[in-house]
């Protein structure tokens, strides 16, 4: 089943896929294998598929809203795949996360005051600040490449700048892109001290919740204490797993009534008011019917995780695997290489023939690296591993 499930190919062209159909638009050239923006090359659980088809058969699609069976199947994913307790009238939708992550900045702090993230990360965590007008205070991970992953908190730096800068919101990536990290108990715990101890609104994006390699375990960061769960507006949706993100559907959870009112108020000055019938759908009937999917889908993408650093560590010393602990994305170094600033963005693109993403795009800690997406056939992978030995 698994072998077959995600082992098989399946053609994107003309699907109006955005990794697949827009080279033209994106200026990259027909032959490139794209391994970039997050989605999956895997069908959807057959359920939600069916489910899908069914009401698509039904003529008509007006205003659509989720009965309580849409809220019990989000609920009880929460429970036993997070430990997460939730309630449903907790869970506001929103058609994305960072539509939520936007909604969140609006209402809770003002222009002109001071927004924390730490890089590199999601290049949308920039925009949504810095689009909206508020102060961006960054803040680097730290390093240590003699370590697997080796990516850190910097918790003084974090408190250090908090006090200087009057930061509001801070924007936590939890697993986190690009650098695969799923934070730890203690890390969350130190990290939700010190910002509940100065007063900051926690926007926590958990898009990549629910990839978790083995030995890993997603912390929800609101589950670990009520002060911070009172703080914080957790960003949650099932469209990276289960591969429904042109579905445009995320849950986001608010456990603190007044907090949610508010938040709710800002999506509704929007003129979003319901959500789309299909990613309803479709939501609901991954979280009931899924569990068995997404475990295979991380022991697949475990694999080819395996395979590329296998792959880079017997034929590119100068490359490094940066250990992911989470996500379908895998950071890789080739600073070793010491190409300059567009060279080895040049050369993957027209040498190597691969589309992925520029790690500069996460920021400039990211100058020397690449994010590729391993949520895909192992064949494309072994093809991908073949095409990077040309740069
Ligand atoms: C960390 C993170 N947040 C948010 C998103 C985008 O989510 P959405 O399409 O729901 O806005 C992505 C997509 O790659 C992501 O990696």
Redesign the pocket.
Known sequence: MEKLRFDTPIDRYHTDSVKFDFKKEYGKEEGVLPLW??DTDFAIPKEAADAIRKRAEHPLYGYSAGDASYYDSLREWMKTRHGYEIQNDWVINTP????AMVIAIRKFTKEGEAVMIQTPV?G?FYKTVVNNHRELVEVPLLQDKAKENGYEMDFAKIEQLIVERNVKAFLL?NPH?PVGRVWTKQELTRLGDILIRHDVRIIS?E??MDLAYPGYKHIVFASLKEEFAKNTIT?T?P??VFNI?GLQQ?NIIISEKELRNQFRQEVHSTGYMEPNIFGMIASRECYAHGAEYVDELIRYVSKNVSYVTEFVKENMPKARVIKPEGMY?LWIDFSGYGYEKDELVRRIEHVAKLWLNDGEAFGVEGRGYMRINLATTLATVKEACERMLLI
Do not use: G, M
């Open positions: 923006v997050a994305s996360v960072v539509f999601y949308q990536c892109n994006d898009i990549h960003c949706a469209t990276k993100a995320a994305l």
